[in-house]
């Protein structure tokens, strides 16, 4: 079974930063697709930062300039690097994936278990 583990969130000061961690586990051929998604408290889920097979990444016109999402092949993580927070970024962030489990397996689309950023003013 392929696994999501999220760390990285906590408690930060505005202008500080974080770099949330997304590592994967179990069965995982390929990585196809990743993305970052946050949701604040009584907002919906919003998109923060996404990129395809191509590797193009789009980010949110709210934190271009701020944050970084990457990987680590070896690992098979992803990271979102926070900079210059603000307490709009607060929320809970989640990680999400589209993994193949094997050469010819379909693309499956999984999620993390969601981190707290918690950014105060």
């Known amino acids: 079974q392929v696994q999501l583990v999220e760390s990285g969130g906590g408690l930060v000061q505005a202008g500080g930063s974080l770099r949330l961690s997304c590592a994967a586990s179990?069965?995982?051929?390929?990585?196809?697709?990743m993305a970052w998604y946050r949701q604040a408290p009584g907002k919906q889920r919003e998109t923060v930062a996404t990129?395809?097979?191509?590797?193009?990444?789009h980010y949110a016109d709210s934190v271009k300039g701020r944050f970084t999402m990457s990987r680590n092949n070896a690992l098979n993580t992803v990271y979102l690097q926070m900079n210059s927070l603000k307490p709009d970024d607060t929320g809970v962030y989640y990680c999400?994936?589209?993994?193949?489990?094997?050469?010819?397996?379909?693309?499956?689309?999984?999620w993390g278990q969601g981190t707290q950023v918690t950014v105060s003013s």
């Open positions: 179990g069965p995982i051929y390929s990585i196809d697709g």
């Open positions: 999400n994936l589209d993994i193949k489990t094997a050469r010819l397996s379909p693309i499956g689309d999984y």
């Open positions: 990129s395809g097979t191509s590797g193009t990444i």
